[in-house]
């Protein structure tokens, strides 16, 4: 365990937790007191420390996103939907029926996929609620479907290079979107800046 220690700059105390804990497989025990650890190990507490440190994920979810790599959906989507669960914040407040329903007709307009009780239809309904509470009268019908459009480019450049691979596929989701999703609200606020000094959108 010290040469485990030693690649992915842990202290050992730490890893004997992820064994503890289920999250760290077992390595190939050699005597009663001794195991080997291999590049599987490497990489899986790799996973671990930056679904902690980076994607600043709970052990419970930590763990959720694990049983998916350990047993993934045989379909891309049901993979996908699996690790984009784990990210996904509760409702702040308990659902309210009207909006959630107000937010699941939205989702259904567009085409969309969603579930019964979908969290993130849910999490949705309780955001338009909010935004139509402030009084703001841009934040409109219209106005949310431009940010869906909006939000359909950002997802095939996401999807684009999410690779092949299970474990892969789900660390690039988790850790990608959790990443990438405050560098878009910068960019949102530069263009803001840029747009409203007279420039022009590179795009229509």
């Known amino acids: 365990m010290s040469e485990l220690s030693r690649v992915t700059d842990l202290p050992v105390a730490t890893l004997k937790f992820y064994l503890r804990e289920g999250l760290l497989h077992s390595g190939d025990v050699t005597s009663r007191t001794q195991a080997t650890y291999d590049e599987s190990h490497a990489e899986r507490v790799r996973l671990i420390r930056a679904l902690i440190e980076s994607a600043h994920l709970s052990l419970a979810r930590v763990r ?16 996908l939907a699996a690790a984009q669960s784990a990210i996904t914040p509760a409702c702040p407040a308990a659902p309210d029926p009207a909006w959630t329903a107000v937010a699941r007709q939205f989702v259904a307009d567009r085409g969309w996929p969603m579930t019964d009780d979908d969290p993130l239809v849910e999490l949705l309904g309780e955001q338009i609620r909010v935004l ?52 878009i609200l910068t960019f949102r606020r530069l263009a803001q800046r840029h747009i409203t000094s007279g420039g022009t959108p590179r795009r229509p």
């Open 64 to 79: 959720q996103v694990l049983e998916t790599l350990d047993e993934p959906p045989s379909q891309r989507y049901d993979l």
């Open 132 to 183: 139509v509470a402030s009084g703001i009268e841009s934040q409109g019908q219209a106005t949310l479907e431009e940010y869906a459009d909006a939000a359909e480019h950002l997802a095939v450049t996401d999807l684009a290079t999410v690779p092949a691979d299970a474990a892969q596929a789900v660390r690039q989701v988790v850790i990608g979107t959790l990443l990438t999703d405050p560098l």
